[in-house]
């Protein structure tokens, strides 16, 4: 009973495997086409709408190629394919396109059927019809697969993607469309420089070949036609183009086709469809361009021949025309802008300027085009002057033009420019002209001849000009109009009007002269000169009067003269002489002439007569009258003289010279230095009255000053209102003037204070350090910088006290304290010593203490205000403006490459009178790294880098459980932290990106490694396995049945 039972459950063991196998090696779904799918795995890593997978298969469909349609899912490796029908209409349209596009430009493209374009067209199909984007990347695997495999360049593979997207994203709406073009299109000529360029729209021209030219030269860059002519032709040719497949891969001209078998994903092979070829119309038109010649005046066409070159619109010549009886006739031409130029013009004619003409034979095969010309005319142009003399008074010369009139006769027949009838027979007046204001005549339009010119009205200020001026006009070349140009020149009246001496023939200057007409009007006013005065444009045949105003200093006013103006153009001459007396100024040493006195005459009244300042000549007193009395008065003596007393004289009636002499004295002072005996420059000095008035006042130069302004047997005060640069101010000086004519001498003599700055190391003078001197209100009196010399100070007074203080100090020098000082009344030299210390401050490495260059340091005050800053070298630093007792900070801003920034240092400046030193230490940079898995447990063997941003590796190093310590990274560069090689079990960390920051710590985890299904896992052996152990089952059961029957 148990066998029995055994031997059943067999049976339904045996059933199950087989029905089992069955299902495995049969597809329920029925189609058109059933293939046999077999596929080679390709090496390369990809990830897509949150899927990864390491690698993919390559496809074929009973040896075509084929492509997944879905992604992350199991293909049925060695399993047979039915195609669906109409499978392709489960897509939309936009995504039918874009796989047509796909299935052309994709695998096999220009032969392109390489494994990375496979995976291209691949991941592209994937992307149209589920979207999102594919990142490719390189297989990091173990390369452990059963069936053939392959490896992917995987930067390849993501070059040719892109591309792809790029292709479907430009060219999938109008891909296989024919090529949107005019319908009509025309050349304009032939040759390069009328070429027909068509663009296409859609993007497809570049698609198609051309197979017939129509005898044209054709040439396709892309989707752009370029079409020229070699010869011209009347009417249409037609281009043909056929579409040019690229793709020699496994395709069809039709749509996708779709595989489904069940249980696996559907694949898909790719088909396009297109169309085969489209044609291309061109024409061309021609006439001929006809030219007539005619005058632009009277619209008769010109007999004589003109000569033309016709340019096309790119300026090459196409024709040379000569015209016969008004005409000529052009070869034949295509339609097109033309530009027409005239290069020899008809007898008597100006040359045409260019003509552009727009040629449309549309209408008719012939276009006529007027061409005029204007005659070449003749103009007459006249300059007008009046001839003046540099040295006349040209007030009175009317300069308007206007008012001259010239007429204008034919000298012979003038001729039309045919020469077929007279215009202006010889004599006729053609008209009366009248100037410009200006003195200008333009006379135009005349036709060619000789013509004549005359004055025939003028001011009376002017002598009439009778000459007659030809003119002949002749043609020259063909300038439009010939011009004739003349200068015509009228002389005026002229008259000279002399002012001189009674004794000689000289001009006398200054004297106040009127002219006048009959009518006693005023004609013109002067004063005179060194020369006569010339006046020109007085009117012919009148009478004027010449009146002396007042008369020359010294002199007595002339009677008036009368004369009158001849009708002539010589130089007409007015003389009038006049009588004087005169006034000398003297030193008390001499006879010559005291300059600088400034002396009065003065009436018995005591009004002002005359007033002058004396000079090196005598001085002819003016505005007197004889046998009256008069004073002379000193105002004022010339600088360095006393003021002399009045001197009263009576004018003589004779007619002989008079002469009134008066004399001067003088006082001188000195300015010496305390050192010698000669002149010392630059003191400012006044001399004061009584009343504290000042009376003189200069600055002292090498030689002694003479007083100006003092009187006789008065007291002054000589007074030092500013030292000479490095003296001190002397104390007042008093004297008095004495009532002698002896010269009279004051002497002042200033002294000096002098600075010394030095270091503390010796008695050199140190340069550079900004010194001031200041009183006792804190008023600045000198600053300067110390140089290699002690400085002598400036606007210093004898007996007050004063501070010297440093105010900037020498590089690398601490400030030193004020320096309090009098300036002493003895008449010896003073000297005030200043003495200076230095700081230094040394940067070093912690290690090796030695100086580290590239450091970045600031000393600041408890106010936190920078006082020095520099970069560190390999020399201590001498630290500069520190002040003796206050505080400081030594701080470092930057540190050198791969050293931590170091902490403040605080320090004070001893009042010790000798160098202090600090020293500042750095230490390397430290970052401290950690690996760890999701617990946060350290793992060991991990290979991991530190890679700065060139890509160089800083640090390499291989996990062993603890904490890694990297040295000597440069603060705030940026790095990344890399695992190269993960613990066994785990995925590869993804780069940690960081800026150096000393004393950080970085933790770099690590994922273990996920089970990944592949798309071709399937197994035949495990069903062919079942299988066996099936029939196995059936067949010992029956020879179990059949043993047991002979028993």
């Not at 021949?305 to 015209?323: H, I, N, R, S, W």
């Not at 006569?532 to 009117?539: F, Q």
């Not at 004073?631 to 010339?638: D, K, Y």
């Not at 007619?655 to 230095?673: E, F, H, L, N, R």
Request: charged share 25%; hydrophobic share 35%.
């Amino acid at each position: 009973m148990i066998k029995r039972y055994l031997r059943l459950l067999l049976c339904v063991m045996c059933s199950f495997f087989i029905t089992v196998s069955a299902f495995a090696l049969h597809s329920p779904i029925h189609g058109a086409e059933s293939l046999f799918l077999d596929t080679t795995t390709m090496k390369i890593e990809f990830d897509f709408h949150g899927n990864h997978s390491d690698h993919e298969g390559f496809i074929t469909l009973g040896g075509q190629v084929a492509f997944c349609a879905d992604y992350y899912k199991k293909v049925g490796f060695k399993k047979t394919y039915y195609s669906v029908e109409n499978g392709h209409l489960r897509y939309d349209d936009a995504t039918l396109k874009k796989l047509r596009t796909l299935a052309y430009y994709g695998y096999g493209y220009n032969g392109d059927q390489s494994y990375e374009m496979y995976m291209a067209t691949q991941a592209a199909i994937w992307e149209v019809i589920h979207g999102g984007e594919v990142v490719l990347s390189l297989y990091k695997g173990n390369g452990k697969f059963k069936n053939k495999n392959v490896d992917i360049n995987a930067q390849q593979a993501s070059e040719k993607l892109a591309r792809l997207r790029t292709i479907v994203a430009a060219k999938w709406t109008n891909f296989g469309q024919i090529p949107q073009l005019p319908s009509s299109n025309r050349l304009s000529g032939i040759g390069d420089h009328h070429v027909l360029t068509l663009h296409d729209p859609l993007g497809t021209l570049e698609d198609y070949d051309l197979t017939d030219d129509a005898g044209l030269q054709v040439s396709k860059n892309g989707n752009t036609l370029a079409i020229k002519a070699s010869q011209a032709f009347t009417g249409k040719k037609t281009l043909r183009f056929s579409f040019h497949n690229r793709n020699n891969g496994a395709l069809n001209n039709s749509q996708p086709i779709l595989y489904m078998a069940k249980d696996y994903q559907d694949v898909v092979r790719l088909g396009f469809m297109y169309n085969n070829s489209f044609t291309l119309d061109v024409e061309m038109r021609q006439g001929q361009i006809e030219v007539i010649k005619k005058d632009a005046v009277t619209n008769e066409p010109i007999i004589h021949p003109a000569t033309f070159k016709l340019f096309d619109e790119y300026g090459q010549l196409v024709a040379t025309l000569t015209t016969k009886d008004g005409k000529a006739l052009s070869p034949l031409l295509p339609e097109g802008t033309y530009t027409l130029e005239e290069t020899q013009a008809p007898n008597g004619y100006v040359k045409r300027d260019k003509i552009q003409i727009q040629a449309n034979f549309s209408q008719k095969a012939t276009q006529s085009v007027n061409v005029y010309n204007d005659a070449i005319k003749g103009a007459i142009h006249i300059d007008k002057n009046i001839l003046l003399h540099k040295d006349a008074d040209l007030s009175l010369v009317d300069h308007d033009f206007s008012k001259i009139a010239f007429t204008l006769r034919a000298q012979e027949d003038i001729l039309a420019p045919d020469h077929a009838k007279v215009i202006y027979k010889k004599g006729t007046e053609i008209g009366t002209y009248h100037l410009s204001k200006e003195g200008k005549l333009d006379i135009d339009q005349l036709y060619l001849g000789k013509y004549v010119l005359q004055e025939v009205k003028s001011p009376s200020q002017l002598i009439t000009n009778n000459q007659e001026y030809i003119f002949d006009l002749k043609a020259q070349s063909e300038i439009a109009t010939v011009v004739k140009k003349a200068t015509v020149n009228n002389q005026p009246t002229i008259v000279e009007i002399s002012k001189k001496v009674l004794t000689g023939e000289d001009e006398l200057p200054g004297v106040k002269l009127a002219l006048y007409d009959q009518h006693n009007n005023l004609v013109d006013q002067w004063i005179s000169t060194s020369q006569p005065h010339v006046i020109e444009g007085l009117h012919r045949n009148t009478a004027y009067k010449l009146v002396e105003v007042s008369a020359p200093k010294g002199y007595v006013i002339s009677s008036p003269i009368t004369f009158t103006i001849q009708d002539h153009a010589q130089r007409q001459k007015i003389v009038m002489k006049d009588k004087q007396v005169v006034v000398s100024k003297q030193a008390i040493t001499g006879e010559k002439e005291l300059p600088g006195a400034k002396l009065a005459v003065l009436d018995d009244k005591g009004k002002v007569v005359d007033q002058w300042t004396s000079t090196n000549t005598p001085h002819y007193v003016s505005g007197l009258i004889e046998g009256k009395t008069y004073i002379l008065r000193e105002l004022e003596a010339p600088k360095g003289y006393v003021i002399s007393g009045d001197i009263h004289f009576t004018v003589s009636q004779d007619k002989t010279m008079q002469k009134v002499v008066m004399k001067d004295k003088q006082i001188v002072v000195s300015k010496q230095a305390i050192s010698g005996e000669k002149e010392l420059p630059g003191a400012k000095l006044a001399v004061l009255d009584d009343k504290g008035k000042v009376v003189d006042q200069w600055t002292s130069t090498n030689t002694p000053h003479y007083v100006s302004g003092l009187i006789e047997g008065k007291t002054y005060i000589l007074r030092e209102l500013e030292a000479p640069k490095g003296y001190v101010i002397s104390g007042d000086v008093n004297f008095t003037v004495s009532q002698d004519k002896t010269m009279q001498k004051v002497v002042m003599k200033d002294k000096q204070v002098v600075v010394s700055k030095q270091a503390i190391t010796g008695e050199k003078e140190l340069p550079g350090a900004k010194l001031g001197v200041y009183d006792e209100e804190g008023n600045e009196i000198d600053v300067w910088i110390s140089t290699q010399e002690p400085h002598y100070v400036n606007h210093l007074t004898e007996g007050k006290r004063y501070i010297l203080k440093e105010l900037e100090a020498p590089a690398g020098y601490v400030l030193g304290d004020p320096i309090s000082f009098q300036v002493e009344e003895t008449k010896t030299l003073q000297q005030v010593v200043m003495k200076n210390k230095q700081f230094f401050i040394s940067k070093k490495d912690i290690v090796h203490e030695k100086e580290l260059p590239g450091a970045k340091l600031v000393v600041v005050n408890e106010k936190d205000e920078v006082v020095d800053e520099w970069l560190s070298t390999d020399q201590p630093h001498a630290i500069r403006n520190l002040k003796m007792n206050q505080c400081y900070i030594l701080r470092e801003l930057l540190s050198p490459d791969h050293y931590a920034i170091a902490k403040d240092i605080p320090f004070t400046v001893s009042d010790k009178w000798e160098n202090q030193y600090l020293t500042m230490y750095d230490r390397l940079t430290e970052l401290k790294v950690s690996k760890t898995d999701a617990s946060m447990k350290d793992l060991k063997g991990a290979k991991l880098q530190i890679v700065d941003e060139d890509g160089h590796v800083v640090e390499e190093w291989m996990s062993n459980g603890e904490v890694h310590i990297v040295k000597g990274l440069i603060l705030n560069k940026k790095y990344i932290l890399r695992e190269v090689q993960a613990p066994d079990g785990y995925k590869i960390s993804q780069d940690l990106p960081f800026t150096m920051v000393d004393g950080d710590h970085l933790t770099i985890v690590n994922e273990k490694e996920p089970v990944v299904p592949t798309s071709d896992a399937t197994q035949i052996s495990v069903y062919a396995l079942l299988l066996g152990i099936g029939l196995f089952g059936i067949l010992l059961i029956f020879i179990s049945k059949k043993v047991k029957g002979r028993e």
